[in-house]
T-cell receptor, first 114, second 117 residues
């Protein structure tokens, strides 16, 4: 089945950039997502990228996709303490029975130090 | 923006009782709703896909008689944990896709924390 892997922890200083990495195995993935989860809360969609794109930028967030290596990254510029949370990478299938179903990575705990 | 609510936000129950969790799309109609569970410090695992007016599709390893899902309307899906046991304690999260939306649009509820004593 599909598999999504992330590093578990990332610690950065306030003001620095954060880069969270993700690898996936399903070559038929159509969309790849980044979600943010704060303690005790549900998931907030940060951004997503269609599989035929290489890059997407949205304010402080930059998503890079290397489809050949099945590698996705999320860069947060000027990281703030409010960015401390768990970040999940997810992918969705091509259609049919996989339509809309998301496979999540384990989540990366981002800690931002003042 | 699209809002999904869950009720209750947390529940504590005795072993053997049944617990119902509601998932509502507040400002859009959802053809499809998804139910996930999340154990502490772990990722979300899809339990089932719920389509309005039809039976839910369960993921492998999820007991459909244990986790009853009903999607009676385009704005409401319910998950009932029957005869709950301590190992069912978890964080249950639903998500909803708008009826007219595109595949990439899926809105998550805030989650329901279940503790079975």
């Amino acid at each position: 089945g599909e598999d999504v892997e992330q590093s578990l922890f990332l610690s950065v200083r306030e003001g620095d950039s954060s880069v969270i990495n993700c690898t996936y195995t399903d070559s038929s993935s159509t969309y790849l997502y980044w979600y943010k989860q704060e303690p005790g809360a549900g998931l907030q969609l940060l951004t997503y990228i269609f599989s035929n794109m290489d890059m997407k930028q949205d304010q402080r967030l930059t998503v890079l996709l290397n489809k050949k290596d099945k590698h996705l990254s999320l860069r947060i510029a000027d990281t703030q303490t409010g960015d401390s949370a768990i970040y999940f990478c997810a992918e969705s299938g091509a259609g049919g029975t996989s339509y809309g179903k998301l496979t999540f990575g384990q989540g990366t705990i981002l800690t931002v130090h003042p | 923006g699209a809002v999904v609510s869950q009720h209750p936000s947390w529940v504590i129950c005795k072993s053997g009782t049944s617990v119902k969790i509601e998932c509502r799309s507040l400002d859009f109609q959802a053809t499809t709703m998804f139910w996930y569970r999340q154990f502490p410090k772990q990722s979300l695992m899809l339990m089932a896909t719920s389509n309005e007016g039809s039976k839910a599709t369960y993921e492998q390893g999820v007991e459909k008689d244990k986790f009853l899902i009903n999607h009676a309307s385009l704005t409401l899906s319910t998950l009932t944990v029957t005869s709950a046991h301590p190992e069912d304690s978890s964080f249950y999260i639903c998500s909803a896709s708008p009826r007219e939306g595109r595949q990439e649009t899926q809105y998550f509820g805030p989650g329901t924390r279940l503790l079975v004593l």
